[in-house]
């Protein structure tokens, strides 16, 4: 796989462009449904018990911070590796790689909590990297949300550098 350019895999899996930044297609949606725990009162809260996706993030493109009221785990399946950029909910700044050099103590999966800001890329001189997001509760955009440079650095400005540069506004 890591002979192929990105144009052939998006081609090759149909991904379509996803408003986070990249490429993307959902490949599973389970039938089992379950009532979501972080979905307010008021809201429609019944949703798939999971669901996956393929992302494709090509060189120098970037997932933009956002979050999902899900737990949302990262496999790792061609090129790369991949930063994770994460923002806690109390301010806490964090980075995962993912890559598949298990005897260097990397994994090529992570799970990022529910309602964590995350942001996503290749690092330094990847083509490419393709992954797999499998969400659970399962994925709706009613329970995704960009954020906006400005209001993401008014409540974590000790992370303004790192909004700065996973925002695209």
């Known amino acids: 796989m890591l002979r192929l350019s990105a144009e ?16 993307y297609r959902e ?6 449904r379950v009532q979501h725990p972080n979905v307010p009162p008021g809201e429609e809260r019944e949703r798939a018990a999971s669901t996956l996706i393929y992302f494709l993030l090509e060189a120098k493109d970037f997932s933009a911070f956002h979050r999902v009221r899900s737990e949302e785990t990262w496999h790792l399946y061609g090129g790369g590796p ?19 050099d298990l005897g260097a103590g990397f994994s090529p999966q992570t799970t990022v909590d529910a309602n964590v800001w995350q942001a996503a890329c290749p690092a330094p001189n990847v083509e490419w990297v393709l992954c797999g997001c499998t969400v659970a509760p399962g994925f709706e955009f009613a329970d995704f949300s960009m ?11 000790e992370c303004q550098e790192i909004i700065n540069r996973f925002t695209r506004e």
Do not use: C, N
């Open 147 to 157: 954020a906006s440079r400005k209001e993401l650095t008014l409540s974590y400005p």
């Open 82 to 100: 991949l930063e994770l950029h994460l923002i806690h909910q109390h301010g806490e700044y964090e980075q995962r790689i993912l890559r598949r």
């Open 8 to 23: 052939e895999v998006i081609k090759t899996l149909q991904l379509i462009p996803h408003p986070e930044g990249g490429f």
């Open 27 to 32: 490949i599973f949606r389970s039938d089992v």
